[in-house]
């Protein structure tokens, strides 16, 4: 396990509870039994604040770190669309690594592609609550 990963994983500034939510989701790996719960405030489809709480591995914790910090700030469609990049990455063209998953260099490698689920988790959930 890369070194950085544990770093990155262990920056849990958004691993917060956000009682005041607009937007909500809980979501399990079937494959694994990860589990992360994402609570998000929305407005004028822009994510504001992003809340995310894991029972889970370091490569499923690294991923919503990431992700919380990439996304706040952030339109709901642009989100959409680092989703889907970030699930082609693994699904289908290993190539497609555009500037919007830069931030995700050290987690989209090949020696984690096992991992590919504990990774695409946090997107999964995300893309959910964002796309209703």
Do not use: W
Not at 53 to 60: F, G, K, L
Not at 69 to 75: C, E, H
Not at 102 to 113: G, P, Q, V
Request: aromatic share 10%; glycine share 2%; with cysteine.
């Amino acid at each position: 396990m890369n070194l950085e990963i544990i770093n990155i994983a262990a920056n849990s500034k958004n691993n917060k509870d956000i009682k005041n939510h607009t937007h909500y989701l809980k979501l399990k790996n079937s494959t694994c039994g990860d589990e992360i719960q994402i609570k998000l405030i929305i407005k004028e489809d822009k994510i504001i604040n992003f809340g995310y709480q894991t029972a889970s591995c370091i490569y499923c914790q690294a991923s919503a770190s990431l992700l919380s910090k990439i996304s706040i700030n952030s339109k709901k469609d642009k989100i959409v669309k680092l989703c889907d990049d970030a699930k082609l990455f693994f699904y289908k063209d290993k190539k497609i690594f555009n500037n919007n998953l830069k931030l995700f260099s050290n987690l989209f490698i090949k020696e984690n592609f096992a991992r590919k689920d504990c990774i695409l988790l946090p997107f999964k959930a995300l893309k959910k609550i964002v796309s209703n």
